[in-house]
């Protein structure tokens, strides 16, 4: 009984893990749609950007 709840639990956990792994997290703070800049650039704060926004 105990090592099925415990087998469920840790399957449930992992696939949670999985999922959070998988997900296309791109960018600080959701900024994944882009927007400009106070000089007029156009910007995004996607992975696929060589310079990070600090």
Do not use: D, Q
């Not at 469920?8 to 900024?31: D, F």
Request: aromatic share 6%; no cysteine.
């Amino acid at each position: 009984m105990e090592l099925g709840l415990l087998f469920a639990i840790s399957i449930l956990s992992l696939a949670a893990i999985y999922g959070l792994l998988v997900r296309n997290l791109e960018g600080t703070k959701g900024l994944t749609r882009p927007y400009r800049t106070k000089n007029g650039k156009l910007r995004t704060a996607l992975k696929t950007r060589e310079r990070h926004i600090i």
